[in-house]
């Protein structure tokens, strides 16, 4: 069956969750020996709470079901916790997303529509996911359905253009049914976002494109499920930019204490997988 906005969603079974999806991603990028852990530890609530918490109408046994709600990982390098969600969500066996990036399999490094049915679109190339996103949003008007369209976004890609041409043509055309949640981690991948290429006032900047904004701690789980639950609310004329301050590497001190940012795309091996895993899932 379909899953349904929870009234009042079960904040420990949350993070059990969200626990399980940080440790499926360590273990997965440490078997294929590169991906992006610290990418999926710092979106660990925000996906976690979206797919877990009954805000994303969605059957993953029906994954072309014509009014399902679309998902956009923007930020594709953020690969495994997506694809360790969709198996705990019963798409297909976790023992598969063991096979991460290997030859031939469908968990690729970034997500591929042709490879796997419950991706939305192939992402990767930075930016361009808030444009599918508000697509999306603007076909569900076109067929008369009422999805909504959620977009999962990396601070670092809000350097691209083309994010913000979407952001206007989005608030032109009142697309109330579109989500934008940015992971503010505050890297990307050669540095510090704001030393590359400084974005504050971030929320003034969505906000004068005509979007409503929410500014949150994205580790706070009554603050994460507070903003999904006004982005599934009715009464909006306007799309929502969530925009959440997380931790990179989130739960796993040696990335978190790492003042160079040097685990961007690099993955924790052998023993030091093995100690954040259970750092994760221990606390």
Request: glycine share 10%; net charge negative.
């Amino acid at each position: 069956m379909p899953t349904a906005p929870a009234s009042t969603p079960d904040t420990q079974a949350l993070e059990a969750m969200r626990r399980q999806l940080a440790a499926w991603s360590i273990r997965m990028c440490a078997r294929a020996g590169s991906g992006h852990p610290s990418t999926c530890l710092s979106a660990s609530h925000l996906l976690t709470g979206l797919f877990f918490g009954g805000f994303l109408n969605y059957d993953v046994a029906r994954p072309h079901w014509p009014d399902r709600d679309r998902f956009v990982l923007s930020k594709g390098h953020g690969a495994p916790i997506l694809y360790a969600a969709l198996a705990e969500l019963g798409a297909f066996p976790t023992a598969d997303l063991m096979t991460l990036r290997e030859l031939g399999s469908p968990l690729e490094g970034h997500p591929n529509a042709r490879r796997l049915p419950w991706v939305e679109a192939s992402t990767g190339s930075l930016g361009q996911g808030l444009s599918i996103g508000l697509g999306m949003a603007l076909a569900a008007r076109l067929q008369g359905r009422d999805f909504r369209s959620w977009v999962l976004m990396g601070d670092g890609e809000l350097d691209e253009g083309q994010v913000w041409e979407a952001a206007m043509a989005a608030a032109k055309y009142r697309t109330a049914n579109l989500t934008a949640i940015v992971d503010r981690n505050g890297y990307q991948q050669t540095g510090p976002g704001d030393q590359v290429l400084p974005l504050e006032p971030l929320a003034d900047k969505w906000a004068a494109c005509g979007w409503a904004v929410l500014t949150i701690d994205g580790h706070d789980w009554p603050a994460v499920l507070e903003a999904l639950t006004q982005a599934r609310s009715a009464g909006r004329d306007r799309p929502l930019a969530i925009i959440a301050r997380t931790v990179k590497g989130f739960g796993v001190q040696r990335i978190v204490d790492d003042p160079g940012n040097k685990f961007h795309g690099v993955p924790l091996l052998g023993d030091a997988a093995e100690a954040a895993v259970r750092e994760v899932l221990q606390g």
